[in-house]
Nanobody
Framework: QVQLVESGGGSVQSGGSLSLSCVAS????????MGWFRRAPGKEREGVAV???????NYADSVKGRFTISLDNAGNTLYLRMNSLKPEDTAMYYC??????????????????????WGQGTQVTVSS
């Protein structure tokens, strides 16, 4: 059974930084895509940043230049480094990963069907 466990959320003032981590376990085959999504109060969930097996990253326009997604060498821990945080970044952040053994040629932030496994979420709050 695949599990994703996030950590690292918290509260920070506008302009500050936070880092999120997500540990993936239980995969028996390859994993095409991993990424971070978020849901702000009263809004739909949106893709923030995703990474494919070759470490090619895609970012939402709203976070480009401020957020960086990365994967450790073992391929089991996904990170999101968030700099220059804004109040509009306040949301519950979720780690997501594609189904065990599936292949997608390109990992996208706007196609949630590529992501079958989800973490429990970690809250990020940015105050002005």
């Amino acid at each position: 059974q695949v599990q994703l466990v996030e950590s690292g959320g918290g509260s920070v003032q506008s302009g500050g930084s936070l880092s999120l981590s997500c540990v993936a376990s239980g995969y028996t085959s390859h994993r095409s895509c991993m990424g971070w999504f978020r849901r702000a109060p009263g809004k739909e969930r949106e893709g923030v940043a995703v990474l494919d097996r070759a470490s090619n990253a895609n970012y939402a326009d709203s976070v480009k230049g401020r957020f960086t997604i990365s994967l450790d060498n073992a391929g089991n821990t996904l990170y999101l480094r968030m700099n220059s945080l804004k109040p509009e970044d306040t949301a519950m952040y979720y780690c997501a990963a594609s189904p065990d053994g599936y292949y997608y040629p390109r990992c996208r932030t706007d196609v949630e069907d590529q992501y079958h496994y989800w973490g429990q979420g970690t809250q990020v709050t940015v105050s002005s």
